[in-house]
Nanobody, 118 residues
Framework: VQLKESGGGLVQAGDSLTLSCVVSEGTINGNTMGWFRQAPGKGRDSVAVIRTGDRTTYYQPHVKGRFTISWDSAKKTLFLQMNNLKPEDTARYFC????????????WGQGTQVTVSS
């Protein structure tokens, strides 16, 4: 599967952004998909995941209540609605899809940069 992220930008603290992740190649059939982020000098961390089959979602504590992950099967697009952004949310955001067989994430794109100024 190949994925392409978009929607990042430079915003102020308290603003909102919606990230998109389009499945440009391959098929999503009940796979778990996730949003991840990587800040400068740090590793890539999970932000939120969704089971596309039943839309069950999981969030990391630092974004729960502010971010919403969703999957539009008709558009083959994964979204991340981010509200009340904080400077510590500044990072490059990536999406990925997990193999149903191995649960290993793949399809990493170039990511989209989110920068939140204080």
């Amino acid at each position: 599967v190949q994925l392409k992220e978009s929607g990042g930008g430079l915003v102020q603290a308290g603003d909102s952004l919606t990230l998109s992740c389009v499945v440009s190649e391959g098929t999503i059939n009940g796979n778990t998909m996730g949003w991840f982020r990587q800040a400068p000098g740090k590793g890539r961390d999970s932000v939120a995941v969704i089971r596309t089959g039943d839309r069950t979602t999981y969030y990391q504590p630092h974004v729960k209540g502010r971010f919403t992950i969703s999957w539009d099967s008709a558009k083959k697009t994964l979204f991340l609605q981010m509200n009340n952004l904080k400077p510590e949310d500044t990072a490059r955001y990536f999406c990925a899809a997990a193999s149903r067989a191995t649960s290993v994430y793949s399809g990493w794109g170039q990511g989209t940069q989110v920068t939140v100024s204080s």
